[in-house]
């Protein structure tokens, strides 16, 4: 998977066009932040005040474009996301931080400060490295 996936929807899906550099690519799933007022790729640095949501449009650095639509992260929804490790039970309730990857968790077994979702599930085989989160939003 290289993408996240909406598991359940609890709100209504809202999305809303975020300002973009012109060069910046953006690929569909992976979740997004607003640095300096422009929407980039989420990294281990985001914080719960930085992240804006799940890129909804493919743009290349050539298109040029300014805006990109980004599905809003709502209370109560859950997604199916790659995980760094193999996927455990047991770190259910754990707050996590993104990955390597815009689109991956890092579920390392203990609960990160600065944790912008909460794993929920785990989905599929522990092989898969798939969880089940929430995001943490106001």
Do not use: P
């Amino acid at each position: 998977m290289t993408a996240i996936k909406q598991a359940v929807v609890k709100n209504t899906r809202a999305f809303r066009e975020e300002t973009k550099g012109a060069a910046t690519v953006t690929t569909v799933g992976n979740l997004m932040d607003l640095t300096s007022g422009l929407a980039v790729d989420a990294t281990s640095a985001s914080t719960t005040s930085t992240l804006v949501g799940i890129c909804s449009e493919a743009w290349a650095a050539a298109d040029a474009s300014t805006q990109v639509l980004i599905r809003k992260l709502s209370k109560g929804d859950t997604y199916v996301v790659d995980s760094t490790n193999n996927s455990n039970a047991t770190h259910n309730g754990q707050l996590m931080i993104i990955g390597a990857t815009a689109h991956t968790i890092n579920n390392t077994g203990t609960t990160d400060a600065n944790g912008v979702c909460k794993q929920v599930g785990v989905y599929g085989a522990t092989t898969d490295k798939k969880i089940i989160v929430e995001f943490l939003v106001n």
